[in-house]
């Protein structure tokens, strides 16, 4: 009868045990999510207060509503520093109660047996980037479009596919004007062939005012030649006519959908309407890179903390190792958003600063895997 195979010498581990690790893994992510979400609403939801307090009709309903919207693109923006913590907090348990002990001593590689929670991390990136951001962008944008409508001096934008530009001013209490232009020059700070609607508080239209051009200079919209109609008055001609506005071009640009408002379905489509009339796109582009690079994000970052909790087992200090982790990786994750900020100023390709923190990290967690002498 042949002798049974030695333990040190099973170097395969089981689907029960992947499955189970998997299983527990999931179960930390659900709590860190909770922790980060319960912070962060706490948070923005006191910032949301203060700057609504002044508003009339919005109430304590409104205000929960209001967050609501908010809170799914705030939480997917820290979800990676959410898989962070939770490998943080499913290894160094796992380590407490000697699962992980047993586990290596049985001869099963790192490598194997964190293959369940990696290949979760992976689903989740996906999920994340086709499924739930969709559902935040949506909500964001019930957000901002309210956020607009109570806020003076703001406006609302769309674009159309043949490169014109519809604009919606809104001065609280005072009037709202609708502006069309057909195009736009200097990143929108000029427009031509425009047409604006202007229209007091309770809807009744006031003028219609078409020139051949009109620009942003200093608070005001500079408009030549223009062609003036009021309800029961002859049509009137002006050379120049000067609109006051509180709009800014950083107003106008930013009236437009935020890259947080759109999906990753529909930022190709919106990238291309930006470059056509002429606005600067490379908020959403960096935007749009970043979701394809989610999922390699996530990963990576499950990485970075692994070799702090595989070193558990071997090493006293458990609460320095954790504290160490959580520094180490919070710090990498606002390494990256100065990385977008840094390429946002020009000096560094959007496409490498996408994919270049993943890439980083990665590395680093490969560096910490040979250092800790993890397989």
């Known amino acids: 009868m042949p002798e049974p195979m030695p333990i040190s010498n099973m170097r395969f581990s089981s689907p029960l045990l992947v499955r189970y690790l998997a299983k527990k893994f999931f179960l930390s992510i659900i709590l860190s999510v909770f922790v980060m979400t319960s912070f962060v609403a706490l948070v923005d939801g006191l910032e949301m207060m203060r700057r609504f307090a002044s508003v009339e009709n ?137 047409s604006v609607f202007r229209f007091a508080p309770d809807g009744r239209f006031i003028r219609r005012m078409d020139a051949e051009s009109m620009s942003l200079v200093g608070g005001r919209w500079e408009m030549q030649n223009v062609i003036m109609l009021e309800p029961d008055k002859p049509s009137e001609r002006l050379n120049r006519f000067v609109l006051p506005t509180s709009l800014t071009l950083e107003t106008i640009q930013n009236s437009f959908s935020s890259p947080a408002s759109l999906s990753i379905y529909s930022l190709p489509g919106f990238i291309k309407s930006l470059k056509a009339v002429g606005f600067p796109s490379e908020e959403h582009q960096l935007h749009f890179f970043q979701l394809l690079a989610k999922p390699a994000f996530i990963m990576a970052m499950f990485l970075l903390g692994i070799p702090f909790a595989l070193h558990f087992s071997r090493q006293r200090g458990v609460g320095t190792m954790v504290l160490i982790g959580l520094v180490f990786g919070f710090c990498f994750y606002f390494f990256s958003n100065f990385v977008g900020a840094y390429s946002l100023s020009g000096r560094l390709n959007l496409l490498v600063a996408a994919w270049a923190p993943a890439g980083i990290a990665i590395l680093l967690a490969l560096a910490l895997f040979l250092h800790y002498r993890e397989e």
């Open 58 to 194: 919005m109430n304590a309903l409104s205000i929960i509503l209001l967050i609501l919207y908010k809170l799914p693109s705030l939480i997917l923006q820290v979800f990676p520093f959410c898989i962070l913590l939770a490998s943080l907090v499913c290894f160094s348990g796992l380590a407490k109660s000697h699962e992980l002990i047993a586990i290596r001593s049985s001869g099963i590689p790192a490598r194997q047996f964190l293959l369940g929670p990696l290949l979760l991390c992976f689903a989740l990136g996906l999920l994340d980037v086709f499924a739930i951001s969709p559902t935040a962008a949506l909500l964001n944008d019930k957000y901002e479009r309210i956020e607009n409508t109570v806020f003076p001096g703001s406006a609302e934008g769309l674009l159309t596919e043949g490169g014109s530009i519809w604009l919606k001013q809104s001065e609280r209490e005072r009037y709202e004007m609708l502006i069309y232009a057909d195009k736009l020059e200097d990143r929108g700070r000029n427009l031509h062939k425009v």
